[in-house]
């Protein structure tokens, strides 16, 4: 079986938000700088109410007003600037070409995949798993690095021969089916 793929930029982007939603480091840094927000605002009070000690309770409503609002809008904060950030990078990336494109063929020990600028061949045994979100399916080779496959450039057909070649292989499947870009999401299942 034979699959030809085209990778839009999008395509890219939604893979990086997804490994990105599942990085460990990146869960801590969120929930770091979500807590020192609040943190640095209740130090900040307690700074003021040393020095005037009459304004006591309206600097604290303030600054609690101020540590509310940080903990409410940092996670949309934090989406809006990874989504800016890594949209930079793949334009800078993807600059000479508007889209990537490559062929894999599913042959009887392992998988080919043949791009513009090279050839690789994959054993089975050696593939990582393969995870499926809502719009794509994710062939990653190791933990990191995965072949995007979009389900719409897919006949319910190939589709089909293509979940029944990643089962008859022991590839390891990963439902995600219910994945979404959140600020909140951060593991698979």
């Not at 979500?34 to 304004?55: C, E, P, R, V």
């Amino acid at each position: 079986m034979k699959l030809s793929i085209q990778i839009s930029k999008e395509d890219s982007l939604i893979f990086q938000l997804f490994s990105i939603s599942l990085s460990k480091q990146i869960k801590n840094q969120k929930l770091f700088m979500w807590i020192f927000g609040a943190i640095l605002n209740y130090s900040i009070y307690i700074i003021i109410s040393q020095i005037y000690h009459k304004y006591l309770f309206s600097s604290f409503v303030f600054v609690s007003c101020i540590s509310l609002s940080w903990i409410l809008a940092y996670p949309f904060y934090w989406k809006f600037v990874i989504k800016r950030r890594l949209k930079k990078m793949l334009r800078e990336r993807l600059e000479k070409d508007n889209d990537e494109q490559y062929t894999i063929s599913f042959n009887k020990n392992n998988i080919s995949v043949l791009a513009k600028t090279n050839q690789s061949t994959i054993n089975y045994n050696t593939l990582y798993s393969l995870v499926e979100t809502p719009k794509y399916f994710y062939l990653f080779i190791n933990k990191f690095s995965a072949f995007i496959v979009p389900e719409n450039q897919m006949s319910e057909k190939e589709k089909l021969a293509f979940l029944s070649i990643i089962h008859k292989n022991n590839i390891r499947v990963v439902d995600q089916k219910k994945w979404k870009w959140s600020f909140f999401i951060n593991s698979i299942n």
